[in-house]
């Protein structure tokens, strides 16, 4: 996405404080009371008052509401650091709908855009935009190398770049980070990124560590090759001195199904040679698309290829139709199950469901043993991959989901470490100092959420449904999401990873 050139004269030195007018404060001090408090480090529950005033923590413990506070009542509920999503899509979403309702609602009060290599530009006019424009979640970006590979190379991408040609594109990563972007993503499995080599990442990578960025990649592979493209991104951690963060990590086929195991060795034997390399995951074992995407090589008709396809997903019965005009019947049926009625192979089936105008489908892409032994390593945290109108549940259900289905019902995770995966975690990582954490002079983004029955609604049919549980969101000390709605307030605040220790 580009963006008007026009805030260029003002956008260099981001003074995003100064654009917001004090006047947006709180005329009083807020105290929740009676809550536990999940403080982010992943220490146990424990019960306090958190008072803060303006947009921050003032105290957090015994001491009683003071006269004039407003006063929330917390019993039965959790205070938590509002999370942080680093890997969403809502670039243009935040300027369409600000009021960010879908993220909000899941408890998200800073997301991270510009992830998979592709982002907007330039990132000093799009956060100079964000910040006249303010939405009610707080915003940073990273810079997409395949935006910058294609402003570099045009339409001439389909190929290694030269050394002319990734210097140029080293310059623009510098711009970036000098504008405010928290590193360089990169999506090597997508057409404009995935001709670069790794040597071309290499050097943007470095680009980005000079400026104390990280290199975050949906990296090359996420079927069959994925230990090499796992391989490839610690390699460009080691050589470009960066922290890697790996994007929704997965064993995307059958392939390489139940070999987390291996997976998680791999990088923790990097982390032990002094790599700096973590993860953030998603909570979903299936994506959603059209049929046709499951044939990589576009032959559609010809059955060995189809065969091959649907061995990869583990066959028909992962298939789940959702949509098939021809045959709204088939709807919500696997292939495998409407290829039997119909007495054909599933082969037969897709083909012809591909001859009537297609499907749309739902298909499993992970097993959940493999989810869980990502999610139990302390280096993976909480990302969505969402954003405000992605069509995959995932856009208005991760973090809600994580904490009903994966720490409440499946047990996977313990409460205060599921929040610490959302929380610290990703603040950590992307240098956010007084952010991820509830403690005196940290800024005041809480959500307040009903553990016991916190959980997603959206679905792969009604992506957008908004998910129950999360009572109450503050982002810098001011309400934006109370019992179901959305508030009037915009006190969300553009980051970067210099004003990023500040707190803005
Ligand atoms: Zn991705």
Known sequence: MRVSVRWLAVAIPLAVPALQPAAQAPARATTIVGAEVADGTGAPLRRANVRFSGDRIVAVGSGKPEQGDAVVDG????????????????????????????????????LLVGPDGGSPWPIGDYLAERARNPATVNVGAFVGHATVRRLVMGEDFKRAARPDEVARMATMVDQAMREGAFGLSSGLEYEVGGYGETSELVELAKAAARHGGIYMSHIRDEADKSFEALREAVAIGEQARIPVQISHIKLGTVGVWHQAASAIALIESAQK?????TADEYPYNAWSSTITVLVPDK????????????????????????????????????????????????????????????AGVVCTS??????????????????????I?????????????????????????????????????PADRLKLA???????????????????????????????????GIEKVFVSGQLVWDAGKAQEARPGKVLSVKNGAAGG
């Open 273 to 277: 040679r002094g790599v700096d390399v």
């Open 299 to 358: 032959r559609y008709d010809y059955p060995p290829s189809v065969e091959k396809a649907l061995a990869d997903v583990g066959g028909a019965a992962n298939v789940l139709i959702v949509r098939h005009m021809a045959h709204p019947e088939y709807e919500f049926r696997t292939l495998d199950a409407v290829a039997k009625d119909n007495k054909m192979s599933a082969v037969e089936q897709f083909i012809q469901i591909v001859k009537d105008g297609g």
């Open 75 to 110: 019993a039965g509920l959790v205070v938590a650091p509002g999370f942080i999503d680093i890997h969403n899509h809502s670039e243009q979403g935040l300027s369409t709908d600000p009021s960010a309702a879908s993220q909000i609602a899941q408890g998200v009060t800073t």
């Open 434 to 468: 007084g952010r991820g954490r509830i403690a005196a002079g940290a800024v005041a983004d809480l959500v307040l959420f009903n553990p016991k029955t916190v959980i997603d609604r959206s679905t792969f049919s009604d992506p957008g449904i908004l998910p129950t």
């Open 366 to 387: 992970m097993v959940d043993d493999d989810m869980r032994a990502f999610y139990q390593r302390k280096w993976v945290m909480v990302g969505s991959d969402g954003g």
């Open 389 to 425: 109108g992605v069509r995959h549940p995932r856009g208005a259900g991760t973090f809600p989901r994580v904490l009903g289905k994966y720490v409440r019902e499946e047990r996977w995770l313990a409460l205060p470490e599921a929040i610490r995966k959302m929380t610290s975690a």
